[in-house]
């Protein structure tokens, strides 16, 4: 069986070429994103592998299974980059991994609130250069302080976990409440209350078209004055240029993204050698309470392994007709 991965670093190659080592299959790699102009790289390719920036709409849908494309395997578990409805019409079969290491995201929100909480990225360019005052880098106890989770499934509560252990009082909205939860003393309230509330705001609900702009001027305006948000969810969770407001008025203290709307063209790839194009994220990047990580929450040794491992075993069962973590079929 012939697969294609789409979007592949180096880092995917080793953890595949590692998991595929004693088996059949036959993987070969593609840098390039996914897109209607590269679609055609896969012709004769039964099964494409994709990531999170591929796109997955209907044109591109339609061209990969004129190519002779019956699988796409996704290497992530988001998928609202792909038309399902398209997919199941074109009987291309849609799997996904489900769950690869939630510690793997939850540990890198955590990373982005004590590296702006104690200005760990401001210290660090600081002794680098030989100055060694500490003027502007006042942080606050994390004990204490009220968190709020917003999504708590496999990441969400990942992340409530760790934020109890620092002694945070946890407040949570989500649709489904969870009992984990509950069992962590966290309080379920409804979006406003939660945001006028907590000192920190972590996003880890699916983008859906319930979610998406979740967080816009009027929620930033409903904020604990001075809050932080933390975004490892998906870019469009958030309307980018009203945290430019927010933030140039105070209003959010702190801003820790690892996701941005507008990722698919610019992540992934070394651009430092081009004048940025994208002026909403240059101007968030001069704000110095913000820090901004290329969609990198996931990079784990175990999470990559565990991609590799589950989208493989997902290959595997489709070819055999017993179909495991299916999205569309
Ligand atoms: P999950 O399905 O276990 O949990 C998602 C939770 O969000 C569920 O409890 C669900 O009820 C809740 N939810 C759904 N709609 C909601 C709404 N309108 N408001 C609030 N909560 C809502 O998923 P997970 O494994 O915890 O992953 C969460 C998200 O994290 C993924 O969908 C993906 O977008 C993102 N993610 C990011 C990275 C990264 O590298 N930055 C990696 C993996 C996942």
Redesign the pocket.
Known sequence: MRILLFSSQHYDQESFSQVCRDSDLDLHYQSARLTVDTAPLADGYEVVCAFINDELHSDVLERLAAGGTRLIALR???YNHVDLVAAARLGLAVVRVP?YS?HA?AEHAVALIMALNRRLHRAYNRTREGDFTLHGLTGFDLHGKTVGV???????LAFARIMAGFGCQLLA????P?PAMLALGARYLELPELLAQARIVSL?????E??RHLINAQSLAALHPGAMLIN???GALVDTPALIDALKSGQLGYLGL??YEEEAQLFFEDRSDQPLQDDVLARLLTFPNVIITA?Q??LTHEALQAIANTTLDNIICWAAGKPQNLLAS
Not at 150 to 156: A, E, F, R, S
Not at 173 to 176: F, I, Q, S, V
Not at 204 to 208: A, F, G, I, K, V
């Open positions: 992530s578990a988001g769950a939630p995201v917003i999504g708590t499934g496999q990441i969400g909205y989500d649709p489904y969870n880890h609900c699916p983008l859906t319930h979610t490892t969810g998906r690892d996701v969609h929450a996931f």
